[in-house]
């Protein structure tokens, strides 16, 4: 172990709309790829439990200088509360959570041991910098992420306040 610590982060941003809303619009996670700069696409590898806590997904995702897949297993689905999934069952925990009253919308972001492990088994010397890469992967997109979310959202004519107050 190169003495990394586990890595965290989180933003939150203000939405108009209410916090059913934004769950069905995140936990649709087909719909990744109209936010998020880096996947691409995202499908359910089981139709049937799409959505549900155990339900696995798979994700493309692009950068100017590789491409690859991830599968995803659902870890917190919780309507207007939390919508969270971790890669690969064990390496990265990305989840959404919602505050109602002028919905605050909060993306997070956590680097587990698992996937601290897996990059020094895989990248041997050089895990540091790929983790360092990943990190500053994260910090760039939530906040890119968080405003095309809000956009979406807010762009729809009903905001669901009604549904969801």
Known sequence: MTGISIRRHQESVRVEASPVKLYDLVSDITRTGEWCPVCRAC?????????????????????????????????AAECGRE????????FVRWGFTFTPVRTALTESWNFLPGGIAMFEEKFGDDASVQ????????????PKT?????RIAESSTDTGEAAGS
């Not at 997904?57 to 599968?71: A, I, S």
């Not at 919508?83 to 064990?90: H, K, L, P, Y």
């Open 43 to 75: 499908w359910w590898d089981d139709e049937a439990q799409a959505g549900q806590v155990g339900a696995w997904f798979t994700g493309h995702n692009e950068l100017p200088h590789r491409t690859w897949q991830t599968r995803s297993q659902v870890v």
């Open 83 to 90: 919508f969270a999934w971790v890669v690969g069952g064990r």
């Open 131 to 142: 983790i360092a890469d990943r990190t500053q992967q994260a910090l760039d997109g939530i």
């Open 146 to 150: 968080l405003r095309e979310i809000k």
